[in-house]
């Protein structure tokens, strides 16, 4: 199975300042197309994971773009350029590339 | 826009089977575009992939329970469901339905999720 290590597990935030969150995975997530098969999720208090962020780079449909996700191999960032309250949650990083899928630990995202 | 909704026993005993079904609004079950996972998040702790079955009743486990998941899928219907075996205290967790697209393969739409306790 991939590995997926997150981290910080906690990140405390200022509103309107950026926040990064990083993301490790235990083999490279390149598919033989040529792109990164990992996706970011943000699990906000109560509610179920909502996508954010599919194959490394590309903003779902609604998602702010505030919100950016880069990498390649197997380092992974997501990055919040100025963040706003509704952004607290916790946010998952996701390997799609081979099954079992494999989620990373979390990272919970709190206002100071 | 689409929907899904899980649905099925809050409460479970140790050794029985788990069964839930996950309905499926605004959209086809059949449609080739898309996997149907399940997914589970034990109380305070991550996420974990439970399967998917396909358009055409493909499945993919994961191997850790692999030999007590079954996925099957009802298109009359338009519902997918979960049945997994011989559960124990270890199988209390919040259980989400959830659809992904089948060539990125990411999950663009989940359920609200249903919390389902083993014990007797």
């Known amino acids: 199975d991939i590995v997926m290590t997150q981290s910080p597990l906690s990140l405390p935030v200022t509103p309107g300042e950026p926040a990064s969150i990083s993301c490790r995975s235990s083999?490279?997530?390149?598919?033989?197309?040529?792109?990164?098969?990992l996706d970011w999720y943000l699990q906000r208090p109560g509610q179920s994971p909502q996508l954010l962020i599919y194959l490394s780079s590309n903003r779902a449909s609604g998602v702010p773009d505030r919100f950016s996700g880069s990498g390649s191999g197997t380092n992974f960032t997501l990055k919040i350029s100025r963040v706003e309250a509704e952004d607290v949650g916790i946010y998952f990083c996701?390997?799609?590339?081979?099954?079992?899928?494999?989620f990373g630990g979390g990272t919970k995202v709190e206002i100071k | 826009q689409v929907q899904l909704q899980e649905s099925g026993p809050g409460l479970v005993k140790p050794s029985e089977t788990l069964s839930l079904t996950c309905t499926v609004s605004g959209g086809s079950i059949s449609s080739s575009s898309y996997y149907w996972n399940w997914i589970r998040q034990p109380p305070g702790k991550g996420l974990e992939w439970i399967g998917y079955?396909?358009?055409?009743?493909?499945?993919n486990y994961n191997p850790s329970l692999k030999s007590r998941v079954t996925l099957s899928l009802d298109t009359s219907k338009n519902q997918f469901s979960l049945n997994l075996t011989s559960v124990t205290a270890a199988d209390t967790a919040v259980y989400y339905c959830a659809r992904e697209e089948r060539f990125y393969y990411y999950m663009d739409v989940w359920g609200k999720g249903t919390t389902v306790t083993v014990s007797s």
């Open positions: 083999q490279s997530l390149l598919h033989t197309n040529g792109y990164y098969y």
């Open positions: 079955i396909s358009y055409s009743g493909n499945t």
């Open positions: 996701m390997q799609a590339l081979q099954t079992p899928l494999t």
